[in-house]
């Protein structure tokens, strides 16, 4: 693994951690359920940006249907981890929806800058 993909790795799960946990701090998420964002996003972060970077260096064809598909996954899971917490996420979909969109749209915003 080269330093570029841990440097990708160290700064889109900073930023994830950020806006999807600013997101749910805003949304009125605290204690448990921020800790539960938190925590979420250490496992399927890193997961998704080694897949699609991985893919791009092997040199996959059609790159956009591979981050979907990882970016799909990442949303099920985190939605599936929401729900079982439900006392904390009453509409755990919806959430995931929410703060995997923002995260993937800002993080793709920034790709261009």
């Known amino acids: 693994m ?13 930023l994830t951690l ?4 600013g997101v749910a701090f805003l949304a009125r998420r605290r204690g448990r359920a921020l800790r ?5 996003n250490l496992l399927t972060n890193p997961a998704v940006v080694f897949f699609v ?7 996959w064809p059609h790159m ?27 509409h755990p979909w919806r959430f ?3 703060l995997n969109g923002l995260s993937f749209g800002i993080g793709l915003l920034l790709s261009y800058l």
């Open 2 to 14: 080269s330093a570029r993909w841990l440097l990708s790795l160290g700064v889109s799960l900073a």
């Open 18 to 21: 950020l806006i999807e946990g």
């Open 36 to 40: 539960v964002v938190l925590l979420v």
């Open 53 to 59: 970077l991985w893919g791009r260096s092997a040199g």
């Open 64 to 90: 956009a249907l591979w981050t979907a598909l990882a970016e799909l996954a990442a949303f099920a899971a985190e939605g599936a981890v929401y729900r079982s917490w439900r006392e904390d996420f009453p």
């Open 96 to 98: 995931s929806l929410l």
